[in-house]
């Protein structure tokens, strides 16, 4: 089966660094994907690895592992707009993305 | 100007009832698809089109229709509503001709079954 796993909730606090994880296990890969969602509102996309390593962004950096199918999404320079649900994303080999449950960030003064 | 609409926004229907759902663009993508999100669950994907005289069903279509009128239109209909079918509904697009053929999502819509 195709499965996707990140934590369901994280805390952290204004101007320190967290990092979110992602495992998955899926038929083939194209891809994984990072999105910021906040409450009510739409996902935005974020970040995309194909390829092993580390790809920065910014504030926002998101790193690749294929053979342990694992990725994570790591925020800097925390800050209270950054509170929002992280969704991590595969693409298989249909092109169609997969999507995990979301980890929900709260960012704390 | 928004790149992905949604229409409408908020929409609170009762059983039985037939709604469509309107998704439009403007970036000229060729790939189109339908999500629901629900409380504690990722976006499961109803349906998907990869060009105007492509529908496919994704994991959860039962209940749902689509129509690709246009490139740049796609609707989501439901035959006849259910209590179940309350969620929150996303539209997406993407590029297969971008090398990520990364997915852009429309603002939602909120539908409400009574």
């Known amino acids: 089966g195709q499965n996707i796993d990140q934590p369901t909730e994280m805390t952290a606090t204004e101007g320190a660094i967290v990092q979110i994880n992602c495992t998955y296990q899926?038929?083939?890969?194209?891809?994984l994907f990072w999105y910021q969602q906040h409450a009510g509102e739409a996902p935005t996309f974020l970040s995309y690895?194909?390829?092993?390593g580390l790809e920065e962004k910014g504030r926002f950096s998101s790193f690749l592992s294929r053979s342990k199918g694992y990725s994570y999404l790591l925020l800097k320079e925390l800050q209270m707009k950054d509170s929002a649900s992280y969704l991590c994303a595969v693409r298989g080999n249909t092109d169609k993305l997969i999507f995990g449950t979301g980890t929900r960030l709260q960012v704390f003064p | 100007d928004a790149d992905v609409t949604q229409t409408p926004r908020n929409r609170i229907t009762k059983t039985g009832k037939r709604i469509m759902l309107e998704c439009s663009q403007t970036k000229g993508h060729d790939r189109m698809y339908w999500y629901r999100q629900d409380p504690g669950l990722g976006l499961q994907l109803i349906y998907y089109s990869f060009d105007v005289k492509d529908i496919n069903k994704g994991e959860i279509s039962d209940g749902y229709s689509v129509s690709r009128q246009a490139q740049a239109k796609f609707s989501l209909s439901l035959e006849s509503a259910i209590p179940n079918q309350t969620a929150l509904y996303f539209c997406?697009?993407?590029?297969?001709?971008?090398?990520?053929?990364?997915?852009?999502f429309g603002p939602g819509t909120r539908l409400t079954v009574l």
């Open positions: 997406a697009t993407s590029d297969n001709r971008e090398n990520t053929d990364t997915q852009y």
């Open positions: 899926t038929s083939g890969f194209n891809g």
């Open positions: 690895n194909v390829l092993d």
